[in-house]
């Protein structure tokens, strides 16, 4: 079975600084997806950024990108020039090469972003 | 915004009750997912529905049931409520095409059982 696991329970950066989450896996498959999700206090889960495993190239999203480190099974997340609104939590999720099975969640970093 | 809505944002019941939550996917989506969150956890899957069949389920009791539609809203519904079933529930909605779609979320129905 997948898991996904975040080392980090809480976080805490200084606007306009830059933050490193980790996040690291363990999965058989070959062919799999990653995804950073940002959950703040509305609750509303929203995908910040995700990662096909077949790509050796780290995707980026404006001011997020992610260090993908497939023979260490290893998706940290960089926040650059962190802002108020990136106070949150975030849950690393993976789910395999077909993509409609269930996300398999870490159990999340929080993240403070102070001013 | 995801274009996902659920209802009732808020619910308290108490131990045995049955309750209902409801979900609106985004328009065209024939994938729902069900995850229940826990207080300080990671979301836990519970089932998914494709195209108003069930096509999975994790590791949850029979109480916990569901219903998708083709208007693209669905159900989730939990008969003998327990306590430890007090949770964030949250539905995701996504497009299957035989490649990899994201998953849309909506923000959850929290409910607390007495």
């Known amino acids: 079975a997948q898991t996904v696991t975040q080392s980090q329970p809480e976080m805490s950066v200084q606007e306009a600084e830059t933050v490193t989450l980790s996040c690291t896996y363990d999965?058989?498959?070959?062919?799999?997806?990653l995804f950073w999700y940002k959950q703040p206090p509305s609750r509303q889960m929203i995908l910040v950024i995700r990662?096909?495993?077949?790509?050796?190239q780290n995707a980026t999203e404006n001011r997020f990108s992610v260090n993908f480190q497939k023979a260490a099974k290893s998706f940290s997340l960089k926040i650059s020039d962190s802002q108020l609104g990136d106070t949150a939590m975030y849950f690393c999720a993976f789910t395999d090469h077909s993509g409609n099975t269930p996300l398999v969640f870490g159990k999340g970093t929080r993240l403070s972003v102070i001013a | 915004e995801t274009g996902v809505t659920q209802s009732p944002t808020h619910l308290i019941k108490t131990r045995g009750q049955q309750v209902t939550l409801r979900c609106s996917s985004q328009s065209g989506h024939n994938t729902v997912s069900w995850y229940q969150q826990a207080l300080g956890q990671g979301p836990q899957f519970i089932f998914q529905?494709?195209?108003?069949?069930?096509?999975g389920r994790g590791n949850f009791p029979p109480r916990f049931s569901g219903l998708q539609f083709p208007n693209y809203s669905s159900e989730l519904n939990v008969n003998a409520l327990e306590l430890d079933d007090s949770a964030l529930y949250l539905c995701a909605s996504s497009l299957r095409q035989g490649i990899q779609e994201t998953q849309y979320f909506g923000p959850g129905t929290r409910l607390l059982v007495l």
């Open positions: 990662q096909e495993a077949y790509k050796q």
């Open positions: 999965t058989s498959e070959n062919n799999y997806y």
């Open positions: 529905y494709y195209r108003e069949e069930e096509n």
